[in-house]
């Protein structure tokens, strides 16, 4: 069974800074997928961005990266020129590859993000 | 395009009593997901249907739970009896065919069991 942890239950940032949130991950599995999710006040969970685990390249979306380090089974998201709308619960989430079946996320405990104006 | 829909957004009952929540997944999403969040524990994984067929409810904690997707559209949760350790968040997930990796949220159902 896979299992994610996040080490950090809160966080906070000024405005215009950058803040790192770590996840690491645990699995037998050489195929996979690795996500960040954001659940912001409202509710709705997003997704932030997300990584093949085949792919050496690290994922970039605008002021979102992440820095994927297969052997150490870690997976952190930066966040750069932190915005008030950040502020959310992120959740890092993995997922086995099985092609076009459909398959199920296993979540992390999720980080608080606060960023303070 | 509308993005997944729950209803009901909150819901208190009473220990014994049976609640149904309702997802309804983007239209033309053969995948419908749903997971939980009890309090102060991760997000966790209840079933997964590819159109009307069950796929996998690995997550199905007991049999107090039923899930149904009839005709492949959208999806029911019944909790009959609820016990208070059912309260949380019950958040319902689509995605494509051939698109797993894509999972789109709902805005989550929670459940208060008293």
């Known amino acids: 069974a896979q299992t994610v942890t996040q080490s950090q239950p809160e966080m906070s940032v000024q405005e215009a800074e950058t803040v790192t949130l770590s996840c690491t991950y645990d699995?037998?599995?050489?195929?996979?997928?690795l996500f960040w999710y954001k659940q912001p006040p409202s509710r709705q969970m997003i997704l932030v961005i997300r990584?093949?685990?085949?792919?050496?390249q690290n994922a970039t979306e605008n002021r979102f990266s992440v820095n994927f380090q297969k052997a150490a089974k870690s997976f952190s998201l930066k966040i750069s020129d932190s915005q008030l709308g950040d502020t959310a619960m992120y959740f890092c989430?993995?997922?086995?590859?099985?092609?076009?079946?459909?398959?199920?996320?296993?979540f992390g405990g999720g980080t608080r993000l606060m960023v303070k104006p | 395009e509308a993005g997944v829909t729950q209803f009901p957004s909150h819901s208190v009952i009473e220990k014994g009593q049976t609640v149904t929540l309702r997802c309804d997944p983007i239209?033309?999403?053969?995948?419908l997901y749903w997971y939980r969040r009890v309090m102060g524990k991760e997000i966790k994984f209840l079933l997964h249907?590819?159109?009307?067929?069950?796929?996998?409810e690995s997550g199905m904690p007991n049999n107090r739970f039923l899930a149904e997707r009839t005709g492949g559209t959208y999806s029911t949760l019944k909790v009959q009896p609820a016990e208070l350790e059912d309260s949380g968040v019950y958040f319902c997930?689509?995605?494509?065919?051939?698109?797993?990796?894509?999972?789109?949220f709902g805005p989550g159902t929670r459940l208060t069991v008293t």
């Open positions: 699995t037998s599995e050489s195929n996979y997928y």
């Open positions: 249907f590819v159109k009307e067929s069950k796929q996998d």
């Open positions: 997930a689509s995605s494509q065919r051939g698109r797993t990796y894509e999972q789109y």
């Open positions: 989430a993995f997922m086995k590859f099985y092609g076009n079946a459909g398959n199920m996320l296993t």
């Open positions: 990584q093949e685990a085949y792919k050496q």
């Open positions: 239209s033309g999403h053969d995948n």
